[in-house]
């Protein structure tokens, strides 16, 4: 099968959706199939033979974070041209409501198209004016497909109809035996954070604010920070020799997150919202890593609602310490869930999921039918252009 899939995000910019993307399109690759993948990119030299860069993205802040898109009347023509000698059997958009190439790509083709949504979010005057212009793209849409059940309320309060759900993937086997870092955890016991340092929602702040109680019981305890973003304001309240106990590896190359999760005596996902499902989680309990995490729904539903990891309350710094001291405290518990968390990961695993979506490719694809570029969405999309700028903003 033939098959064009769509990333919204900058390649270059690690990101759940543009990671979801890249597993699947190597899945797919693996299992036969021929993938290409459009996005935009800030350096084409730098990408897999199967990504086709729009070029460079701009920043936008976007359902709680600033994310980097392409729009624009270049971005069409690129995204036309490529639908247009792709002979695709399959379309395959995700986040088709962010302002960027995955609905450009829906107002530009016409024939079996799947659209994936990731996201969860609350109502704002952003995804009023989305959805409205949304519309004429998704009524093109032959199947769609939500990662959780918080995504596809997201699509079912904004956009109306309903998905099918299916999951994030994880590639078990990246994970399933990764060796610590040099150094780490050694005879220390430690902590790891992955994700956004300076980004509130991903709630490095709640963890900081934990720190110096999770010490006091445990003051051999080391904190392992990865991930792009500087969290220097967030860390200048740590006294100086709790900072002393911070290691901060700023972003790390895929091949490098195995080793970084598998380093960690916890790992602790404090992300305070926005969260649709929670990869993340998935890779460290893929690494063997016992994991807890903040008792967001699409968090609690990863974690199996307690049999596969632990949560804590929200926002709640003091709870947070109080559960990760405990796990400290408790070998027997982090082995238990070390093994629960393995055995949680595998039902993700990517030969699996991707099964699944080829399941939904099958069903819409019309044997001898093409994907085509469609002049009228091109037109539509032409007057939506004028209305949704990459100035757009969230609140």
Known sequence: MRIGIVCPYS????????????????????????????APAEFDELLPPYVVSTGKPRAVKYNGSVA?????????????????????????????????????????????IVATWHSSMDKS??????????????????????????????LIKHVG????????????SAFNNAKPMFGWP????????????????????????????????????????????????VLKSLSREDRASVTV?????????????ASGTIYVAPNTGGESFGIVLLEAMASGTPVIASDLEAFKRVLGNGRSGMTFE??????????????????????????????RAAEFDWSVVAERIVDVYESIRVPG??????????????????RITPEARSD
């Open 249 to 261: 590896l700023g972003m790390v190359s895929p091949e490098d997150k195995a080793s970084v999760l």
């Open 314 to 343: 929200n926002e709640n710094s003091s709870d947070l310490a109080n559960v990760v001291s405990g796990l400290l405290d408790d070998s027997h518990r982090r082995a238990e869930l070390s093994a629960q968390g393995r055995l």
């Open 68 to 112: 980097r898109l392409s729009f624009g009347p270049i971005a069409a023509r690129k995204v036309s041209r490529w639908i247009e000698e792709g002979e695709f059997d399959v379309l395959h958009v995700h986040e088709p409501l962010a302002p960027s190439l995955s609905v450009l790509a829906c107002w530009a083709a016409k024939g079996p």
């Open 161 to 172: 109809g309903d998905a099918v759900v299916i999951p994030n993937g994880v590639d078990v």
């Open 125 to 154: 005057r952003m995804m009023l004016t989305l959805s409205k212009l949304a519309q004429t793209a998704m009524e093109k849409v032959s199947a769609r497909i939500a990662v959780s059940e918080a995504a596809r309320a997201t």
């Open 369 to 386: 039918v093409k994907v085509e570029p469609d002049l009228t969405g091109q037109m539509i999309g032409r007057l939506g252009r004028g």
């Open 186 to 233: 050694g005879n220390n016991q430690s902590i790891v954070f992955l994700g956004r340092g300076d980004e509130p929602r991903k709630g490095l702040a709640v963890l900081v604010a934990a720190y110096p109680a999770i010490r006091q019981k445990h003051p051999n305890v080391r904190l392992l920070i990865a991930g792009p973003g500087e969290p220097a304001d």
């Open 11 to 38: 390649w270059d910019i690690p990101g759940g959706v543009s990671a979801h993307v890249a597993d699947l399109a190597e899945t797919l690759i693996r299992m036969g199939h021929y993938v290409s993948v459009l």
